[in-house]
């Protein structure tokens, strides 16, 4: 994982977002930059994994809130309906994260990478109601068709105390 970030890093002009080991004895590197350079970097680092790669993707234009949603260290006041995706797999959980967020008006809460949870991978949002089943369609039919959905919930009236659970 240390090799293959390196290389990715040294391709092109990208920046590392995260680069850690993940459940179940994976590492994980994800890179941003403009989608020229970050697709060189990911093709330079598939090749130094020397057949070791589970996965790897490129998402143009990636929308913000998924930038902010995986870094989150303040919380955000939920506002309205919660939505929560779940996946077998951190790749297609951040494409249905975007696609989500392409969606409809919602806020990411947060997106949470394999780190105690077996290999999965789950996000959350929250806006209005109709917005949040929306976007949280749009993220089940990508990770359903991935074949690698967990679960898709929309909670119209979060009880306060489930909200203080993720924030």
Excluded: W
């Excluded at 930038?67 to 309205?80: I, K, N, W, Y």
């Excluded at 077998?88 to 008006?105: G, P, R, W, Y």
């Excluded at 898709?152 to 909200?163: E, G, K, T």
């Amino acid at each position: 994982g240390f090799e293959v970030a390196d290389t990715m890093l040294k391709a092109g002009n990208v920046r590392l977002l995260l680069s850690r080991s993940i459940c179940s004895g994976k590492y994980m590197v994800l890179i941003g930059g403009q989608t020229a350079a970050v697709q060189s970097a990911v093709a330079a680092g598939a090749e130094a994994a020397q057949g070791c790669l589970i996965d790897r993707f490129t998402i143009a234009n990636v929308h913000p809130d998924v930038f902010t949603a995986l870094g989150r260290t303040t919380p955000v006041e939920p506002d309205g309906a919660l939505g929560i995706l779940e996946s077998f797999n951190v790749a297609t959980l951040i494409q249905a994260a975007d696609a989500a967020a392409k969606a409809a008006s919602v806020t990411l809460l947060e997106i949470r990478l394999a780190m105690a949870l077996g290999g999965k991978a789950f996000c959350t949002m929250t806006g209005d109601v109709g917005s949040v089943q929306s976007s949280v369609a749009a993220g089940k039919a990508l990770i359903a068709e991935a074949g690698v959905l967990v679960n898709a919930v929309v909670i119209s009236r979060p009880h306060p105390d489930v909200y203080r659970e993720i924030v």
